[in-house]
């Protein structure tokens, strides 16, 4: 029995190295490494994937091929973009092959990918396309310290435990695949040009970015008029704001007129109430990319990287989780986790107030735990981290401390203030306790009554310093950034008028806390949404897309929303996988066909060729060309390290010159900013401002 062999397959090498430390695999192999009857090798994230069309016999994007929808799904390693078309990925078959002989070594194969639907998928893709019938068991853990690795490995359970994992991951990858290949396919073949992309979760997410960009742009302000007082009592100015809005402004004069030279006002009613504020519940992963990035500015797919990177140096527990709440077991180990802080210098003194209190159960609950638990730092506390990873540590660090803690208790004042009929009011509190805002002192934001009251009695009369009348706008929904965006994501259901269908997605959302900085990321490199400032802003394109797709289901995240409540089912065996693909299948044939028969308004043939005037420029994924190639005319995407957008080509085709350009790289490495003209021989050619010189040179 002691001389059987196990393989572990990690999902990247640290993790690897981690676990074959625990294990005594301590001699370097190539590609694995080897020790104490353990062979622990690795993946590099998805070294297998669904074949591409091509592979069906769908080469090139025709009307023809379209709907592709495979009999059954093959399985090649990962491609990577070749000169012409795709190829595999040298380095993906390397490490296939290095698993192949590792588990030919082996007896039995200890699955150590992460533990979740994505993990799954990546193991479960490897084991078929090597086709391997050897008995794999699961290492479920949520840490990558020792002690989580060791007591992870004594409680390993069949593989077979988790084929409904399994069934929801290839199902969501089917539907992905389906949807992605030919209403991408379908919408770049009714253009007759360039390459648009479609996505099962992408296009609804477009969708928000896009109608909130619009309602925003389209939204049109009105004026409203509001009084207010300033008084001072107790040697304090206080400022009191009318609780009427009047919309109009003769109204609005002709009751300020009433009041205005009043030189005391009456405190006609004056309410105290006590207020708890309980403890935020622990981070998932969204709500940490939510408030990293309101706060810190970091973007989704960043804050995901960061806190990856801190779990894999053993500092934080297993990021890509979606829930906020702990097991009673975890909850057993958070004293100690409170004693570690102890020795982290900016919780010192808190840390060592709340070891020696009762800690809060809020988040202390066994059935709202789902695959993961809340994210918690480990036992190990880091030495030194780089500016932006101590960020993120030290926010989930401080998000344990004050979820454990007490209830902040307020005493909330209003005081509503009357000059003849007029009602005024002004809100203020006194803090009792600090409960879980002692963690950080941060002051609440977005809230009016921070300001703590003089005493003021009811019934008593007050001096009025000054009285205005002041104009103020209505304002539209701000454009989205991606806190809000991640929120709108999570919470698709929530703004739906039936409330049936508003409860059914309370628990669901687009994607998953995994995968929505990757669905972000990718409407960025497909040039439908840019960033201005924290905002997010879709371009030309993106709108383009949109008004296609706005009135269809692919971009409904209700009907997306309910096909990730459908992946939540087969995980947890309440509906068959098969039945949703079947679902999925009847879908793809109709979205393709009504793809297929539009007539766009955004084709390319609008855009005359500069060189020989024929209509019908060609956007394609590195170049824009003409359609006639005879002609030659060819602009590139890649100009001086920068990749050139829709937007820029559309604007030096219909201007003839490029707003100023920031950000080139000259063949020297040193970067510049230019305008991009054409020039008599429509050669795209730089022109920089004056102050660097009044001259032009070729790219």
Known sequence: MNDIKIAILAEKPSVA??????????????????????????????????????????????????????????????????????????????????IEHVFKQCEKIIVATDAGREGELIFRLIYDYLASDI????????????????????????????????????????????????????????????????????????AMICSRYLENKNFKSVPFWQMQFVTSIAGKNITATGKDKFSDHAEATSIYNKVRYADTVSAVKVERKETRQEPPLLYDLTTLQKEANSKHGFSADKTLSLAQKLYESKYLTYPRTGSRYISDDIFLEIGGLINKLKEYNRFTTYAEKLSDMSLSIRPVDDKKVTDHHALLITDNLPDALHSDERIIYEM???????????????????????????????????????????????????????????????????????????EKQTKPKPLH??????????????????????????????????????????????DYIRREKKSLVPTDKGLSVY??????????????????????????????????????????????????????????????????????LRFLTSVCKCSDDSCGFVMFRNCGGKKLTDDIFIELLSEGKTRLIKGFTSKAGKRFDAYLTLNSECKVIYEFPERKGNYKRGK
């Open 547 to 616: 008004d296609i797709v706005k009135n269809k289901r692919i971009s409904d995240v209700e009907m997306t929303g309910y096909w990730e409540d459908a992946f939540l089912k087969i995980e947890r065996g309440e509906q068959q996988a098969d039945n949703f693909t079947k679902g999925i299948e009847v879908y793809t044939r109709q979205i393709t066909e009504e793809l297929l028969n539009l007539d766009l308004p955004f084709s390319a043939n609008s855009y005359s060729c500069p060189k020989c005037g024929k209509q019908g």
């Open 135 to 206: 008995y794999f068991e699961r290492l479920w853990i949520s840490s990558l310290t020792e002690k989580s690795i060791k007591e992870g490995l004594i409680k390993l359970r069949s593989g077979t435990e988790y084929d409904n994992l399994y069934a929801a991951a290839e199902a969501r990858s089917q539907a992905d695949w389906l949807i992605g290949i030919n209403g991408s396919q379908a919408l770049s073949v009714a253009a007759g040009n360039g390459v648009y992309s479609l996505g099962r979760v992408q296009t609804p997410t477009l």
């Open 17 to 98: 190295r981690s676990i074959a430390e625990v294990v005594g695999a301590k001699t370097k192999k190539d590609g694995y490494l080897e020790g104490n009857n353990y062979l622990v090798t690795w993946a590099f994230g998805h070294l297998v994937q669904l074949a591409l069309p091509e592979h069906y016999g769908a080469k090139g994007f025709s009307r023809d091929h379209l709907p592709i929808i495979p009999h059954e799904f093959m399985l090649i390693p990962r491609q990577v973009r070749a000169e012409k078309g795709y190829k595999d990925d040298p380095s993906a078959l390397k490490q296939l092959k290095t």
């Open 396 to 470: 989930v660090a401080a998000r344990m401390l004050e979820a454990f803690s007490s209830t902040c208790i307020k005493d909330v004042t209003t005081v509503a203030f009357g000059i003849y009929d007029v009602s005024f009011e002004v809100k203020g509190s006194v803090m009792k306790r600090k409960g879980w805002r002692e963690v950080l002192n941060e002051k609440e934001e977005g809230i009016e009554n921070n300001t703590e009251l003089p005493e003021i009695h009811e019934g008593a009369v007050y001096p009025v310093s000054s009285i205005d009348l002041q």
């Open 481 to 526: 950034t991606e806190s809000s965006l991640l929120g709108a994501m999570e919470t698709c259901g929530r703004d739906l008028e039936n409330e049936e269908q508003r409860l059914a997605l309370k628990t669901c959302g687009i994607g998953t806390p995994a995968t929505r900085a990757a669905i972000i990321e990718t409407l960025f490199s497909r």
